[in-house]
């Protein structure tokens, strides 16, 4: 069930972080101190006290997926053979967990439960890093709410004063977020800065918005919305800040084609409120953490998945977003995509040979030597959510992969 937090007078206001505006005012050069960040592990109340009739659950969907591991052929087999990255052009960052909405769809579970941040020494480190591969040319902020954390700014800023070759900022925003108390100044520090929006936003419509997102979701999103284009975003013209929204299905079913929901989308947010955007980006729910559960207890994960399988797309094979990005998570660890990170499927890249011929896993930013370029040529791991990426018109952080998709 979506759960959206309100307090306060006005029904959209959630309830944010203390002195959050004045915690962030940071040198770019140096991230915020340490007692301004949390890295307690979370531990959910279902996971301290867990019943009989919860752990025979988790069973059973383990043994469900176990026989669907038997029953569908491996991703790689499917593919055609093992995938390798390439020269990364895209550094994903999930930066926390830390989330004021609990939608339905969120594959990384966050909450306002949730108490994981990158520690300043992380940050740091991925800047180190970032400044030494030439080759990235987008930094993507995700989360939770990435901006409730507070290496967020500090980040953004630190990329823009000192990483030339980062030309796209992005923040992956639930748009709720800007009515925080303690955010009133966050879209006016997005737009000084230049960083492009990619806004969730699974409907253009009250009900279907509220029913993954939460209540008065939707009228929190269309506030956000209209404030952003009045800074500047979603306009037309080659200086527009850009603003692109994101559309995930509402149930078990593949995203449509991309350009027509473009189409819908940008007549009903227009008609009716005004809102202008940039593009529509549709993503493929994929069978992992709270969906995967929706499925599993609605007796359709089998089925989703076979439909998965059997809407494989052969041109997308080339264009997922493994091939070309590094995801690095809240406490340095490497992960192959933002999914992977979800399920604790690490990277399997390797170290060059050292004098002795032998060789060491790279497993966080501290195993890395100089660049987020060491990355490249390694082995992707696979497994059967992949196919969330190459079922239909193909699906990515970028949204749909298939040229069709998008014209």
Not at 62 to 86: C, I, K, S, Y
Not at 348 to 358: L, N, V
Not at 386 to 396: V, W
Request: glycine share 8%; net charge neutral; with cysteine.
């Amino acid at each position: 069930m979506a759960c959206f937090v309100s307090v306060g007078t006005s029904s959209w206001r959630v309830s944010g972080r203390d002195g959050s505006a004045r915690s962030r005012r940071h040198s770019a050069h140096r991230p915020p101190p340490r007692g301004q960040v949390t890295t307690a592990r979370f531990v959910s109340r279902s996971e301290c006290c867990m019943t009989r009739a919860s752990e025979k659950k988790h069973a059973d969907m383990a043994r469900a997926w176990h026989d669907l591991t038997r029953q569908l052929p491996a991703f790689e087999q499917t593919v055609g053979g093992a995938l390798h990255r390439r020269p990364p052009t895209t550094l994903q960052v999930n930066i926390g967990l830390t989330c004021n909405m609990a939608c339905t769809h969120c594959h990384v579970a966050s909450s306002p439960a949730r108490t994981e941040t990158m520690s300043p020494e992380v940050a740091e480190r991925v800047v180190q890093l970032l400044r030494r591969t030439p080759s990235i040319h987008t930094l993507d902020i995700t989360g939770g709410a990435p901006e409730l954390h507070a290496v967020f700014r500090w980040l953004v800023r630190a990329v823009r004063a000192t990483v030339p070759h980062v030309h796209r900022i992005i923040d992956r925003c639930n748009l709720t977020v800007l009515l925080l108390p303690g955010e009133e100044d966050l879209g006016e520090f997005l737009a000084t800065h230049r960083v492009d929006v990619v806004a969730s936003l699974p409907c253009y419509s009250l009900e279907n918005v509220d029913r993954q997102r939460g209540q008065r979701a939707f009228d929190g999103s269309v506030i956000a919305l209209q404030r952003l284009n009045a800074l500047g975003y979603g306009r037309p013209g080659a200086d527009a800040l850009r603003l692109d929204l994101v559309y995930n299905p509402g149930g078990a079913y593949l995203a449509p084609p991309q350009a027509e929901l473009e189409r819908q989308y940008r007549r009903e947010l227009n008609e009716h409120f005004g809102i202008a955007f940039h593009r529509l980006l549709c993503l493929n729910n994929m069978p992992i953490q709270r969906f995967a559960d929706d499925l599993w207890r609605a007796g359709e994960l089998e089925r989703y998945m076979q439909l998965l399988v059997s809407a494989y797309n052969a041109s997308t094979a080339d264009q997922v977003m493994c091939l070309d990005e590094v995801h690095v998570a809240y406490d340095g660890s490497l992960y192959d995509c933002d999914f992977h990170y979800a399920l604790g499927i690490p990277t399997r890249a390797q170290s060059s040979e050292d004098g002795a011929g032998r060789r060491r896993p790279l497993r966080t930013v501290f195993d890395l030597g100089n660049s987020f370029a060491e990355l490249t040529g390694g082995r992707i791991a696979t497994a059967l959510h992949c196919y969330g990426c190459t079922a239909g018109h193909g699906s990515s952080c970028g949204g749909a992969l298939e040229a069709n998709g998008d014209e």
